[in-house]
């Protein structure tokens, strides 16, 4: 369950979404308020907080080569950011 309703990443469904990623051949990212695709915010205030790559395993989807913006790293050391 989360606030959004019940998710339930599948294996086929993680398996397509593996295939989509690899298929752009781009890493993704970590944004501010999930800005980057809402067409109501100014194109540069859809800042990235930083990137990963997702992988794939046995037990589940994992982040990986998270890598974040010296703003977003400095936020989270203090805390800002759970």
């Excluded at 990443?9 to 993704?28: C, H, N, P, S």
């Excluded at 194109?43 to 990137?51: F, H, T, Y």
């Excluded at 080569?65 to 989270?76: F, L, N, S, Y």
Aim: glycine share 8%; with cysteine.
């Amino acid at each position: 369950p989360t606030t959004k309703g019940l998710l339930k990443l599948t294996i086929d469904g993680a398996k397509r979404l593996m295939e989509t990623y690899q298929g752009r051949g781009v890493v993704l990212c970590f944004d501010y308020f999930h800005a980057t695709y809402n067409p109501a915010v100014a194109p540069d205030e859809r800042k990235a907080a930083g990137q990963f790559r997702p992988e794939l395993r046995s037990d589940g989807l994992w982040f990986v080569d998270i890598q974040w913006t010296p703003k977003a790293a400095q936020a989270i050391r203090d805390g800002e950011w759970p």
